[in-house]
């Protein structure tokens, strides 16, 4: 791991301060790998997360912490999110004693955000209330859809009916929650999303994240591809039919694949799209570090056991290079409907505004990015051609 004194000497950048900073935590089980993941997760084996493994993972991650406060001494954190894998599958005594080794080791902002990810597969009456008491203030609850055929073939644990009792629980024990919802499903009609949708909307989510089914490589369905996945142009009527029905029931379209009430934003997620910084520990786990003249992005190591074994949890890191921050940094930003302010952009890159000037005139000459020469704000059609507008950053 890079030491401070290395990190904190004269580079190219100028940041005038440094961003608001988040924590990632990584829980890597899940009862059963999802054909369509490819995210660093790994099946539990013989059914159970043993009582020795959790306690082992945690302390690694106290390891971890401990080894990365120099790079963030003194820096309060914004938001937590505990993400997986399936991290409800650890009990809520083991995420009290997380959420408590955290505590002890950083100062938290005041009404600081921690968020769960929770299967309804892994779900028990009053467990999502033990989270609760656990310090948990947010859950995300991954029901991906209410159709039981749909849930076999994406290859969830749990049924529709797992999926309606736990968002009941869920609404029950916390203020503030995550529906997620996959879209664009085999064989899937736009009359079957709306029910879908009404399903959904029946439990007055204050959030709900929605995904589109892609193929990615080096998963199942990259080598079995399931048949009758909807085309572009059904895809496209998916997303005005849920953005339609959403708005309808008071949740407003805020990022590409984010819809919420109001004061019920994704506290975490936000820092992510403005580009502020976050610390990531835990088995294969990101992280993006701020200093007055540079940005640092690190990688743990990926499998569970290589990540505990290390000392250095640390497997690869680099300073990003001042060619690569506008497209990072746009990659995030215009994700959201609202977009960011160009003096964001100066303070979270320390670049000058003329380091884009070329690509946002071309931007807003193809009317992608709104005319607010104050602004970054993609329009209407810069949201529907997202990836095409950011490219123009590259």
């Given amino acids: 791991m890079a030491d401070l004194q290395h990190l904190m000497r004269p580079g190219t950048l100028q940041l005038p301060a440094l961003p608001p900073l988040a924590l990632y935590v990584h829980l890597p089980w899940c009862l059963r790998k999802c054909p369509y993941c490819d995210f660093n997760s790994h099946e539990v084996k013989n059914g159970g997360l043993t009582i020795d493994t959790a306690e082992a993972y945690l302390a690694a991650l106290r390891a971890d912490l401990e080894a990365a406060l120099p790079l963030i001494w003194g820096r309060p954190i914004v938001s937590i999110f505990i993400g997986g894998g399936t991290p409800s599958l650890f009990n809520p005594e083991q995420i009290a004693q997380l959420i408590s080794d955290l505590r002890a080791r950083l100062p938290l ?28 203030t947010r859950l995300s609850v991954g029901v991906q859809s209410f159709d039981d055929a749909q849930l076999k073939t994406l290859g969830r644990v749990h049924s529709a009916t797992q999926a309606r009792e736990a968002l009941a629980e869920a609404a029950g024990a916390f203020d503030t929650w995550n529906l997620d919802l996959m879209y664009a ?20 989510p204050p959030h709900l994240s929605i995904y589109h089914l892609t193929i990615e490589p080096n998963t199942v369905f990259a080598t079995r591809t399931p048949e009758h996945l909807p085309d572009p142009d059904l895809a496209s009527d998916m997303l005005d039919l849920i953005t339609a029905k959403t708005g309808a029931q008071g949740l407003s379209r805020y990022e590409v694949s984010a819809y919420a009430r109001d004061g019920h934003r994704c506290a975490h997620n936000l820092n992510y799209w403005q580009f502020g910084d976050y610390l990531g520990i835990g088995a294969g786990a990101h992280s993006k570090l701020s200093f007055p003249n540079r940005v640092l992005r690190q990688v743990r190591w990926r499998e569970p056991a290589a990540f505990m074994a290390q000392d250095n949890k640390v497997s690869n890191e680099h300073e990003v290079a001042r060619k690569d921050l506008p497209f990072e940094f746009m990659l995030n930003a215009l994700r959201l409907k609202e977009g960011v ?45 997202l990836s095409d507008l950011q490219q123009l950053f590259l």
């Fill in 341 to 385: 302010t160009v003096t964001q952009f100066l303070e979270r890159t320390g670049l000058p505004p003329s380091s884009i000037g070329k690509a946002l005139e071309t931007a807003r000459g193809r009317g992608l990015l709104a005319a607010d020469p104050a602004r970054i704000q993609p329009t209407e059609r810069g949201f529907d051609f």
């Fill in 185 to 204: 499903l085999p064989g899937q009609t736009l009359d079957e999303l709306a029910r879908e949708l009404d399903t959904a909307l029946s439990f007055k």
């Fill in 109 to 136: 902002e005041p009404g600081c955000e921690i968020t769960l990810e929770a299967n309804p597969g892994t779900f028990e009456r009053e467990r999502f209330a033990g989270f609760r008491q656990a310090g948990v």
